[in-house]
C-alpha cells in the first residue's frame, strides 16, 4: 500500500508526468488546480509545494484516483524501497549502549542550546547555529562560552571559535527551509568543538564509517537528541528528499527545541549526519531537516584522526604536572602503529646511557602508552608483562595477564615433537611463544580489538629460559595483525624483525618491525615544542618570543652537556612551568 509520502516523492521525481496526473484526476472541476499553483503557493508559506498538493488531493478525496492515475501513466509507486521492517537485534543492542554514553548536551553562556555527539575522546559534532548567538556573516564579540556536558553528568569547557565551523543558510537563521541548493552551498550548519581536555576518552564516540552512506531517501533514521532538553530516548524514523535541495534531507521523526545537533544513524548504526532543525512552516512543520555526513566529513577527518591517534602530546590527562617533554617520536609511533594495516607492530625503547640505571623514560612510557590507548575508545587493550621476579613458566605467566585483561586466549594444542622434554629448549619456546601469539589474535580478532603487550626492562636478572620465551614471543607476535609491542629497556637483548628510526622509514613495503625510541635526556628544543602546543591548544595564540623565555628560566642554572639536560632536572623544570601555564589558561579563559 501506497503512503502519502510515496507520492510526494512522485511529485518530486517526475513533476511533468505528476503535474498531468493531477490535472487528469480533476476532471469536471472547473480549472483545475496545477503544480504550478502550487509552486506559488509554496513560495508564500514557505512550504514545500508537493506536500502542499498532496494535502489538496486528501482533502478533495481524489488521493486514491491521482496514484491510479500515476500507474497509468507508467510510474511505479515503489514501497518496497522503503525501510526494512527487521532490526538486527545484536547491533541495535551494541549501538544502544555506546549510544548513551558518547550523546551530550551543548550550553552556551550556561543555557542549554542544542545536542552533541562525541566523534572522539575529546571532540563534539554539533550544529553550527547551536554555539552561535549572532547569525552568519557576523563577528561575535565578545565570543560566548560554550560548554558540553556528557553522559557521566560532568561539563566541559569547549574552545571557542570551534576547530572547524560552517555556517548555515541566511534563511535557515531564521528558521526557513532552503529552496535550492544555492541557497546553502559549501554551507552545512556544521561544528567541531573541541574540548579543553580528552576529558571523554573514557566513554566512547561514534566511529566514522569507512564507506560514507550516501545522502539517501526512504532510509532508515535514528537520531540521538535531547527534544526540550529532556531525554526522550532513541527517535526512529525515515528519511526523505526535499524538492530541489540535495544538501539536506527530510525525516518524519518528532522533535522539538534542543534536538539541533543530534547525530543521526542509519539502519547499520552508522553516523549518517546532523539533525538540523525543522523542514518548513505550514504543513512540512511536523517534518526535521538533517544535513547528510558525506557533504562535510572531508573536512573533519583529519581533525578526528589527530583527536584520536595524535602524533604529539604536551600533557598527559589535562594535568600540568604530567608533560610530556621530548617523546614526540613515542607518540608518532604509537600512532603509526595502532593502524589496521602498517609494518610497525611496536616500539622498543631502549636507554641511552643503560649503565647510569635511569629508568625515568621507560616507566613514563607506559604512562603514555596507557592515555593514548585510552583515546581510541577501547578498540586497544594495554597488557603489562613486569619482569620484576623470575616465573618458572614466561609463556603461562603472559597467557595468565591476558586472560584476566578480557582476552580469552585458548591455545592449540602442541603437534607434537617440539614438547619441552622432547625438543631443545630453543625449539620448544618458539614452539609455545608462537601457539600463544596465535590465540591472543585470534581471540582479538574475534572481540574487534588489538592487544597491546608492554614488556619492562627487568629488575633482576633474565633466567635463561625466560629470555628463550620472550625472544620467541617477540618473533611470533610481530607476525600477527592483533598484536602489538613496546619493549622497554632489554637493549642487550637480540629480538626479531627490522628496527625503524621512525615510522616514515615504513613507508614502503616490506617485513614488519618496531621503531626504536631512544630516551634519556632533553633539550631546549623539546622544551619549546612542549610550550608551543600548551599555547596553542590553552589559548589559541603563539608568542614564539614569551615561549622562549619561559623556557631559558625554567632552565636556569641546570647543567646541560651538549645542549642535552638530564632527567632527573625534569621535576624541577615542571614545577617552573606551572606559573605560566596558569597564565595561559587565564588568558584562554579556561577556568
Not at 117 to 140: D, E, F, K, S
Not at 350 to 375: I, P, Q, Y
Not at 519 to 540: I, K, M, P, Q
Request: glycine share 10%; aromatic share 6%; proline share 6%.
Amino acid at each position: 500500500m501506497w503512503t502519502e509520502e510515496d507520492l510526494i516523492e512522485i511529485i518530486h521525481r517526475f513533476p511533468a508526468v505528476a503535474d498531468e496526473a493531477l490535472q487528469a484526476v480533476q476532471q469536471g472541476e472547473g480549472t483545475p488546480l496545477t503544480l504550478d499553483a502550487f509552486e506559488a503557493a509554496a513560495a508564500v508559506l514557505q512550504t514545500d509545494a508537493a506536500e502542499l498538493c498532496i494535502g489538496q488531493l486528501v482533502a478533495k478525496g481524489l488521493l486514491d484516483g491521482f496514484a491510479q492515475a500515476l500507474r497509468a501513466r507508467g510510474l511505479e509507486i515503489d514501497t518496497t524501497a522503503a525501510v526494512s521492517d527487521r532490526i538486527n537485534f545484536e547491533g541495535m543492542s551494541d549501538f544502544l549502549e555506546r549510544a548513551k554514553t558518547f550523546r551530550c548536551r551543548v550550553e552556551v553562556d550556561d543555557t542549554f542550546r542544542g545536542s552533541g555527539c562525541l566523534v572522539g575522546p575529546g571532540l563534539v559534532l554539533t550544529a553550527w547555529h547551536v554555539v552561535r548567538v549572532q547569525g552568519p556573516g557576523i563577528v561575535q564579540n565578545p565570543e560566548p562560552k560554550v560548554s558540553v556536558t556528557l553522559a557521566d553528568g560532568s561539563t566541559h569547557q569547549a574552545a571557542v571559535p570551534p576547530s572547524y565551523a560552517s555556517p548555515c543558510g541566511d534563511d535557515e537563521w531564521r528558521s526557513l527551509s532552503p529552496r535550492s541548493d544555492a541557497d546553502v552551498l559549501d554551507r552545512h550548519d556544521v561544528a567541531l568543538l573541541a574540548l579543553r581536555t580528552p576529558a571523554a576518552r573514557h566513554l566512547g564516540f561514534a566511529r566514522i564509517p569507512a564507506v560514507v552512506p550516501p545522502a539517501a531517501s526512504r532510509s532508515k533514521l535514528y537520531l540521538l537528541d535531547f527534544p526540550m532538553g529532556q531525554d526522550k530516548q532513541l527517535g526512529e524514523g525515515t528519511t526523505w528528499k526535499i524538492r530541489s535541495v540535495s544538501a539536506r534531507l527530510r525525516h518524519d521523526i518528532k522533535t522539538g527545541s534542543g534536538s539541533s545537533g543530534g547525530a543521526c544513524f542509519n539502519s547499520s548504526y552508522e553516523l549518517f549526519g546532523l539533525h538540523q532543525g525543522g523542514h518548513g512552516k505550514g504543513r512540512n512543520g511536523k517534518y526535521g531537516r538533517l544535513v547528510p555526513l558525506s557533504l562535510f566529513i572531508d573536512d573533519l577527518a583529519a581533525l578526528i584522526t589527530t583527536d584520536i591517534a595524535p602524533t604529539g602530546l604536551w600533557h598527559l590527562d589535562g594535568q600540568s604536572s604530567q608533560l610530556v617533554i621530548g617523546r614526540d617520536l613515542f607518540v608518532s609511533a604509537v600512532a603509526e602503529a595502532g593502524k589496521e594495516t602498517t609494518r610497525v607492530r611496536g616500539i622498543r625503547v631502549k636507554r641511552r646511557n643503560v649503565a647510569g640505571g635511569d629508568e625515568t623514560g621507560l616507566g613514563f612510557s607506559h604512562r603514555m602508552l596507557n592515555e593514548l590507548l585510552l583515546r581510541r575508545g577501547g578498540e586497544h587493550l594495554l597488557v603489562r608483562i613486569p619482569l620484576d621476579e623470575p616465573v618458572a613458566d614466561l609463556i603461562s605467566d603472559i597467557s595468565q595477564r591476558i586472560q584476566a585483561a578480557g582476552v580469552a586466549a585458548t591455545l592449540v594444542p602442541s603437534p607434537g615433537g617440539v614438547d619441552p622434554a622432547q625438543a631443545a629448549p630453543e625449539a620448544a619456546a618458539r614452539d609455545q611463544a608462537s601457539r600463544l601469539a596465535a590465540a591472543v589474535n585470534e581471540a582479538a580478532a574475534e572481540l574487534g580489538r588489538t592487544v597491546w603487550l608492554f614488556v619492562d626492562t627487568p629488575s633482576v636478572p633474565l633466567p635463561e629460559p625466560a629470555r628463550l620465551h620472550l625472544e620467541g614471543l617477540v618473533a611470533a607476535c610481530l607476525a600477527q595483525p592483533r598484536i602489538r609491542l613496546v619493549i622497554a629497556g632489554l637493549e642487550t637483548m637480540p629480538l626479531a624483525g627490522l628496527e625503524f628510526s621512525a615510522p616514515e622509514a615504513a613507508a614502503v613495503d616490506g617485513p614488519p618491525g618496531m621503531v626504536v625510541d631512544y630516551v634519556g635526556g632533553f633539550t631546549r628544543d623539546d622544551l619549546l615544542n612542549c610550550l608551543t602546543r600548551a599555547a596553542e591548544e590553552l589559548s589559541g595564540e603563539v608568542d614564539a618570543g614569551g615561549i622562549g623565555d619561559q623556557a631559558d628560566l625554567a632552565l636556569l642554572g641546570l647543567d646541560d652537556f651538549n645542549g642535552v639536560y638530564g632527567d632527573p632536572d625534569l621535576s624541577t623544570v615542571v614545577a617552573r612551568l606551572q606559573p605560566y601555564l596558569t597564565l595561559l589558561r587565564r588568558r584562554g579563559g579556561i577556568a
